[in-house]
């Protein structure tokens, strides 16, 4: 039988969940929605690290691939292959929700569609593609707590690994070096637009892939400035580029800062 071979942002996803899932053996269930061909949770059934998988995804031909797939790694039984918009069609228990490959948009809106039926779950992994501030401000207001965090670039594109615990408290950065000004709630506002926005995790562990990603926003965001005239959509980047070097101020002289 032949391994599955994952992407780089593949294996992250799956060490994740291989992480919050334990030690082999332990009995956990999966839900992962958009599933594509199911890679992810195949792959941890084979290794024998979660007990059960239901893979959704509202396409119907990756799905028949994701089926095709169970019986060529002979997983019969031990999936549930459902055709569903989000979660809508999914009416069981898991421990753990996986939701990836999409936009930081529609996942939230998967998330908050049903608050109860995702306040079910003990833990989520979430790789959204954009748009990652509205992720982890759905994750707060649902009480979910971000526990960890990774970033990848694959391709010359960044995507976040986001894991959290349905009632923790999460990881926040210390914020050592954030000088606060006058308006400490608007300080305090941009700390918070800072996590959402780079991830509190990756920010309190000074994640060498995040310092990139900021550095390349960094400068994306100064040519823009650079030609917008004054209004709204300048305030917009101008906050953004603020909360960007709040971060970096964060980083201090772990790299260089330029």
């Known amino acids: 039988m032949k391994d599955i071979i994952l992407s780089s942002r593949l294996q992250c996803i799956y060490d994740a969940a291989a992480g919050l899932a334990g030690s082999p053996g332990h009995g956990m269930t999966l839900c992962d929605v958009g599933c594509d061909?199911?890679?992810?949770?195949?792959?941890?059934?084979?290794?024998?690290?979660?007990?059960y998988a239901y893979c959704l995804d509202i396409i119907p031909g990756p799905l028949k691939i994701a089926a095709d797939n169970v019986d060529r790694f002979g997983l019969t039984g031990k999936v549930d292959v459902i055709l569903s918009d989000g979660l809508d069609g999914f009416s069981d228990r898991a421990d753990i929700l996986m939701i990836t490959g999409m936009g930081g948009k529609m996942i939230a809106d998967i998330m908050s569609r049903d608050p109860g039926k995702t306040a079910l779950f003990n833990a989520v992994i979430l790789s959204p593609q954009s748009f990652p501030e509205l992720v982890r401000g759905t994750l707060r207001s649902l009480g979910f707590g971000i526990t960890g965090e990774s970033?990848?670039?694959e391709n010359g594109k960044f995507y976040p690994v986001i894991i959290a615990r349905n009632g923790s408290a999460g990881i926040k950065p210390s914020w050592e070096r954030f000088i606060h000004g006058p308006d400490e709630q608007a300080?305090?506002?941009?700390?918070?637009?800072a996590e959402d926005m780079y991830g509190p995790v990756l920010i309190a562990r000074k994640d060498p892939v995040l310092y990139r990603y900021l550095i390349r926003g960094k400068a994306k965001t100064e040519a823009v400035l650079g030609v917008l005239d004054n209004g709204s959509k300048k305030d917009e980047f101008n906050k953004l580029l603020a909360c960007i070097q709040s971060v970096l101020t964060e980083f201090g002289d772990h790299y260089e800062t330029g």
Request: no cysteine; charged share 15%.
């Open 37 to 51: 061909h199911a890679h992810v949770p195949l792959k941890l059934l084979i290794n024998g690290i979660i007990e």
């Open 151 to 153: 970033m990848i670039e």
């Open 187 to 193: 300080d305090t506002f941009l700390m918070q637009y």
